[in-house]
């Protein structure tokens, strides 16, 4: 990841998380509400508002976004699976995206690839809107797509890069350092870091959300 930043397998299927439906007496009057949170899959309908927050979080920091506004809108319509969104009353705040992979380490194709049927996701990018950064939605959104991820039949493993002083972030979500990435920007080199999906699935933390 260049945070402020995985392959899929044959029978991969969006997933959508969901408030549970709540069953209205049809003698009221229906009340339209939005969900207070809501984590689910993003659409290439949400490539706007991804990318407008994207861009204001790396744009100012290094100059350019890991991913161009096409390469969301091929990502979401490749591989909306391998994405997880964060919406605050219908608003996304948050977001993940991925793709599948093929080797074991990541190369500079693996910022513009989905190879699909495949046991290892690249996340290319982890980001937070600016006024809802500082309140540990990065950490909480992370932990929840891992554990997502984990329930996805034939995925094995999460690579992504970073910079150095984002290791520690990983480091502490249970990822390893894999060594320097391959993959360079000028000026910017990154490490690789790996998380292992198999093993239990963990019960929900104390996020509160």
């Given at each position: 990841?260049?945070?402020?930043?995985?392959?899929?397998?044959?029978?991969?299927?969006?997933?959508?998380l969901?408030?549970?439906?709540?069953?209205?007496?049809?003698?009221?009057?229906?009340?339209?509400t939005?969900?207070?949170?809501?984590?689910?899959n993003?659409?290439?309908?949400?490539?706007i508002s991804?990318?407008?927050?994207?861009?204001?979080?790396?744009?100012?920091?290094?100059?350019?976004c890991?991913?161009?506004?096409?390469?969301?809108?091929?990502?979401?319509?490749?591989?909306?699976?391998?994405?997880?969104?964060w919406?605050?009353?219908?608003?996304?705040v948050a977001?993940?995206?991925?793709?599948g992979?093929?080797?074991?380490?990541?190369?500079?194709?693996?910022?513009?690839?989905?190879?699909?049927?495949?046991?290892?996701?690249?996340?290319?990018?982890l980001?937070?809107?600016?006024h809802?950064?500082q309140?540990g939605?990065?950490?909480?959104?992370?932990?929840?797509?891992l554990?997502?991820?984990?329930?996805?039949?034939?995925?094995?493993?999460?690579?992504?890069?970073?910079?150095?002083?984002?290791?520690?972030?990983?480091?502490?979500a249970?990822?390893?350092?894999?060594?320097?990435?391959?993959?360079?920007?000028?000026n910017?080199q990154?490490?690789?870091?790996?998380y292992?999906?198999?093993?239990?699935?963990?019960?929900?933390?104390?996020?509160?959300?």
């Open positions: 990841i260049m945070t402020q930043q995985v392959s899929a397998s044959s029978v991969l299927k969006p997933f959508f969901k408030t549970p439906v709540r069953v209205v007496n049809p003698l009221r009057q229906r009340r339209h939005l969900p207070a949170s809501e984590f689910r993003l659409t290439p309908q949400d490539a991804v990318f407008e927050i994207e861009r204001e979080a790396f744009v100012s920091v290094s100059g350019e890991p991913l161009t506004l096409k390469e969301v809108l091929n990502f979401l319509g490749q591989c909306p699976e391998l994405s997880l969104g919406f605050e009353e219908g608003q996304l977001f993940i995206i991925g793709s992979w093929d080797k074991e380490r990541l190369s500079q194709e693996a910022m513009t690839q989905h190879i699909p049927d495949n046991s290892t996701v690249h996340i290319h990018v980001s937070v809107h600016r809802c950064r309140q939605k990065g950490s909480i959104l992370l932990w929840r797509y554990q997502y991820l984990r329930c996805v039949l034939g995925l094995h493993r999460a690579l992504l890069i970073c910079e150095d002083f984002l290791v520690p972030f990983y480091l502490k249970g990822f390893k350092e894999k060594g320097p990435s391959a993959i360079s920007i000028p910017m990154f490490q690789e870091m790996e292992m999906l198999d093993g239990q699935v963990y019960a929900r933390r104390n996020s509160g959300c």
